[in-house]
């Protein structure tokens, strides 16, 4: 049927095709690209137009900065003049003479010929001598004014810079003046200045003589000052009419008169820069064109005086230009003539042929129509964003939504579910960057309903003739019914039909998995056999229907407790499997982390279960075995954890078991020393044990204190023990804070002892402790509380702190270090040593560490650190302590080398309060 459908379609096609008049469609094509190449035309002609007027613009404007590149390189070239001028003056010892003792009459003898050889011959026209408070001494260019102060922004810049200044200056009455000033030294003692100036009209005429264009320059009015003006003129013998003088004076011109047409822009300029526009205009005078502009002058001070006229004659180009649109639109004609002809033919021979095609077209697509909605199929099209140009109408019946209220509103991606959105868009977008073709891909879609619909996408990329990217055209098939049939085979593989989870099959895949990972990243694992307590009993009692209905509820809180990544099984009856990897790359902490979250699993297992209608409590035994990579199969991991598992069943059940032993004592250990540390802490169970700190031949000038734990049943015990734990669980804070309190109170014992008052006491203090916001306050506190000398106290750092926030260390130093508080940068070069920070950092001493100190005989790389630490500190003003000096050598050559503070147990172990006293007599 549908053959003969197509065979119909065609027969009348070709019947319609016979009888249809190409005429009218041709005439109207043609009218058309007539319409549209006259109006191309047009506007190549104003893009012409507007491009000779952006080339004259930028002509123009190349050579206003050339004009103003000119008259700044004429002023430099005066300016050097004067300067060359006025140096000789300066440097004659009569000038000074006379200019030291105010004696301007032998100045105007001396001088007065000079200036008239410098008028002559440079056309200098001002010469003064001004005292050192910058008032006239005397004018040589005009002898009987004098007295007054002058106060022109050459002269101030001259006094406080106390350099030779220079720049032009409006004068009292209008004129530009190029001034230089030189202060006059005699031995280092300022006693006046010299300024010579001459006005810049030659300055302006050597311009004029660079360049062709007509030049005129203006002054401001309300940069004169009337009194100078009126004073000025009445020097002249003139009457003053101050209210006669236009705001905008002509001081200069390169033509004998100005047209009046560019003294109307000169009128008009002042309005055009209050609105802020360019003053560029074309003028056409006396059959002439003109491009005419104005460039503002400053004086020296850079404040706006005045404004030079540019007048450029355009006459040439202008027509130059209207030649050639002229030749230009006649040529375009001619061929635009021959083009449309050429057009009209090619269109009637191939009008028929596109018809042809066209029919031809449709009737594959309905066709193509036809058996997509047999197969659940659409076909669409996007451009290269993903906006969909194109969708045929079976995408209704797979979706729900009309093509046409998705062509040109929805994107390709906009159908996926919102979990995954993003990542699926991103996924699409690397696909259209790469421009490739792809088939059967898999993705999901949510039709009109909120219904998850599952697609296989094809898709083809769609290239223009020239390699431009258009986007894609493919087809969407709905395989919903065998996709759900497929995850459901999938489910009754791999998960407990009970629980929802992962069973033995992929627990024993996750775990496999958890090794590998474990192998690349170097990362321990754990792996958890949970058995529940009496399961059998509530079985056998309360029937398995309540079994299951626990066994539900177990496994909802077995997965509230752990990582998201981490794999929660039901390895079979009330037994269960934990696996949580890449716990951490030590075994120690591992295992903490381990233990941590079988304690919160056994806490969850431990509250409550609302059974049938009744409370039921359950327990848990754990075993805990420890992997890191596939040494071990997942066999005899499994056994492991099996054994741990009923070890904690010997043990009482309700608990948890390392199958490590050895890993259990440690973890045991661990938590006894931090038991204990708590309680030492509360009990006071801590000494301090205090370390000499010699200079020269053993004079001890100061001591480190050592803490030292007394505790009950182990005796003492070595902070390399405790103070690491302290540090990570926090109890470093309050234990430093016993230790400076017990420093401060025995500085202030000792300040009443006359032979112990200038003992200083270093004291180590932690990064975690410094970082206390209130640390400032409370090492302050507790100076005042025991009346300690803050002089005396030393805090030593380790350079581990300065890997925070340098900022805010500095500035506690500071804070301290102003209160008297000095400070030594401990165990210096073993760390993070930056001289970026050193040279900021506040610091009284380094600690040479005792790592140097050991081999500074045997080792020569020892040695130059050694040298290097107190050749650096000497050059930052810093003292020098070497720590660890053992023996009598390591003393001497230490000594060799500059450093003249010693730590060690040549001198004095660390020993109580007592005999450190005791030690202090003796020496």
């Known amino acids: 049927m549908i053959l003969k459908k197509s065979n119909r379609l065609q027969i009348d096609e070709k019947e319609s095709l016979e009888d249809i008049s190409t005429g009218p469609i041709l005439n109207r094509l043609m009218m058309g690209l007539s319409v549209m190449i006259l109006i191309g035309a047009i506007s190549v002609i104003s893009l012409l137009i507007q491009q000779q007027r952006n080339f004259l613009n930028?002509?123009?404007?190349?050579?206003?900065?050339?004009?103003?590149?000119?008259?700044q390189k004429i002023i430099e070239q005066q300016t050097v003049g004067l300067t060359l001028a006025i140096q000789p003056i300066a440097e004659d010892e009569r000038m000074k003479a006379a200019l030291r003792e105010g004696d301007r009459n032998r100045l105007l003898n001396e001088w007065q010929g000079v200036f008239e050889a410098m008028k002559k011959e440079n056309h200098l026209t001002h010469f003064y001598?001004?005292?050192?408070?910058?008032?006239?001494?005397?004018?040589?260019?005009?002898?009987?004014?004098?007295?007054?102060l002058i106060d022109r922004f050459t002269a101030q810049k001259a006094e406080w810079s106390h350099k030779r200044s220079s720049g032009i200056e409006i004068g009292p009455l209008g004129t530009l003046t190029l001034r230089v000033v030189q202060p006059i030294y005699d031995h280092e003692i300022l006693i006046g200045y010299i300024e010579l100036g001459k006005e810049i009209e030659d300055v302006l005429e050597g311009l004029h003589a660079r360049t062709t264009d007509n030049i005129a320059v203006l002054i401001h009015k309300k940069?004169?000052?009337?009194?100078?003006w009126d004073e000025g003129m009445r020097m002249l013998g003139r009457e003053?009419?101050?209210?006669?003088?236009?705001?905008?004076?002509?001081?200069?011109?390169?033509?004998?008169?100005?047209p009046e047409p560019f003294l109307e822009l000169v009128r008009s300029y002042k309005n055009d820069r209050l609105l802020h526009r360019v003053t560029d205009r074309e003028i056409s005078y006396d059959e002439k064109d003109w491009r005419v502009t104005m460039i503002p002058i400053k004086d020296a001070s850079d404040k706006e005086i005045g404004d030079m006229m540019l007048m450029n004659d355009i006459t040439l180009e202008n027509g130059k230009f209207i030649r050639f649109i002229a030749m230009s639109a006649t040529f375009g004609m001619i061929l635009i003539g021959a083009f449309l002809g050429s057009v009209f033919f090619l269109l009637r021979r191939t009008d028929l042929a596109i018809r042809t095609q066209q029919s031809n077209l449709k009737e594959s697509e309905e066709r193509f129509e036809q058996l997509a909605e047999q197969s659940r199929t659409f076909i669409w099209e996007v451009d290269s964003?993903?906006?969909l140009t194109y969708v045929s109408d079976t995408v209704e019946k797979v979706l729900g939504y009309r093509s046409d209220e998705l062509v040109g509103k929805k994107y390709f991606y906009d159908f996926h579910p919102p979990e995954g959105k993003e990542s699926f868009k991103k996924t699409v977008c690397e696909v259209f960057e790469g421009k490739e073709s792809f088939e059967n891909f898999t993705n999901?879609?949510?039709?009109?309903?909120?219904?998850?619909?599952?697609?296989?996408?094809?898709?083809?990329?769609?290239?223009?003739?020239?390699?431009?990217?258009?986007?894609?055209?493919?087809?969407?098939?709905?395989?919903?019914?065998?996709?759900?049939?497929?995850?459901k085979i999938n489910g009754l593989s791999f998960f407990d039909q009970l629980t929802a989870l992962p069973n033995r099959t992929l627990l024993m895949d996750r775990l496999k998995q958890a090794m590998a990972a474990g192998s690349r990243n170097g990362k321990y694992g754990a792996l958890l056999f949970i058995d529940l307590d009496n399961f059998k009993t509530l079985n056998d009692t309360l029937g398995h229907e309540i079994g299951d209905s626990l066994l539900k509820l177990v496994a909802q809180r077995l997965?509230?407790?752990?990582?998201?990544?981490?794999?929660v099984s039901r390895f079979g009856g009330d037994e269960f499997v934990v696996v949580l990897g890449e716990l951490s790359v030590s075994e120690t902490d591992a295992a903490t982390a381990g233990e941590l979250v079988a304690e919160k699993i056994l806490g969850s297992l431990n509250?409550?279960?609302?059974?049938?209608?009744?409370?039921?409590?359950?327990?848990?035994?754990?075993?805990?075995?420890?992997?890191?990579?596939?040494?071990?199969?997942?066999?005899d991991l499994m056994k492991q954890a099996d054994l741990a598992m009923y070890k904690s069943k010997d043990a009482g059940r309700n608990g948890l078991s390392f199958f490590d032993p050895n890993m259990e004592h440690t973890l045991k250990e661990r938590a006894l020393l931090e038991h204990d540390l708590r309680i030492g802490i509360e009990e006071k169970q801590f000494i301090l044990y205090y370390q000499a700190q010699v200079v020269n031949h053993g004079h001890i000038a100061g001591a480190e204190a050592l803490v030292r734990w007394e505790h009950p049943k182990r005796g003492i015990i070595s902070p390399m023990e405790f103070i690491p734990v302290a540090e990570e669980i926090g109890l470093i804070i309050p234990l430093g804070e016993w230790i400076m309190k017990t420093a401060c109170a025995q500085l202030a014992a000792w300040s009443h002892i006359p032979e112990m008052a200038d003992i200083t006491i270093a004291v180590n203090v932690s990064a975690r402790q410094f970082s206390q916001n209130d640390f400032v306050e409370q090492v302050l506190s507790i100076l005042h509380e025991n009346g300690a000398n803050p002089k005396k106290l030393k805090l030593e750092l380790t350079e581990s702190l300065f890997l925070q926030d340098v900022e805010e260390v500095i500035e506690k130093m500071v804070a301290l270090k102003n209160e008297g508080v000095s400070f030594s940068l401990d165990d210096f070069g073993t760390g993070y040593s930056s001289l970026s920070y050193l040279k900021r950092l506040p610091l009284d001493q380094l600690k040479i560490d005792k790592s140097f100190v050991r081999d500074l005989l045997i080792d020569p790389n020892d040695a130059i650190i050694c040298k290097s630490t107190i050749a650096l500190a000497e050059s930052m003003g810093l003292s020098v302590i070497a720590e660890g000096v053992e023996t009598q050598e390591q003393h001497h050559a230490l000594s060799e080398i500059g450093c003249f503070s010693y730590q060690g147990y040549w001198f004095s172990r660390p020993v109580p309060l007592s005999e450190f006293e005791a030690l202090h007599k003796t020496t």
């Open 129 to 148: 001598f001004l005292d050192k408070n910058r008032v006239c001494l005397l004018r040589v260019h005009n002898p009987k004014k004098y007295g007054d």
């Open 223 to 228: 940069y004169l000052k009337r009194h100078s």
């Open 58 to 71: 930028d002509s123009f404007r190349t050579r206003i900065d050339e004009v103003s590149s000119d008259l």
């Open 607 to 635: 509250q409550p279960y609302f059974l049938g209608g009744i409370n039921h409590r359950s327990s848990a035994s754990i075993g805990i075995t420890l992997f890191k990579g596939d040494d071990t199969s997942t066999d």
């Open 240 to 258: 003053s009419n101050w209210s006669q003088l236009p705001d905008d004076a002509i001081i200069y011109t390169s033509q004998k008169k100005i």
């Open 385 to 387: 964003k993903g906006k």
């Open 559 to 567: 997965s509230g407790c752990v990582r998201e990544g981490d794999t």
């Open 444 to 487: 999901l879609a949510v039709d009109r309903e909120g219904e998850t619909v599952w697609l296989t996408t094809n898709g083809i990329a769609m290239v223009s003739n020239d390699g431009t990217f258009l986007g894609y055209r493919g087809s969407n098939t709905d395989i919903s019914e065998r996709k759900y049939s497929e995850e």
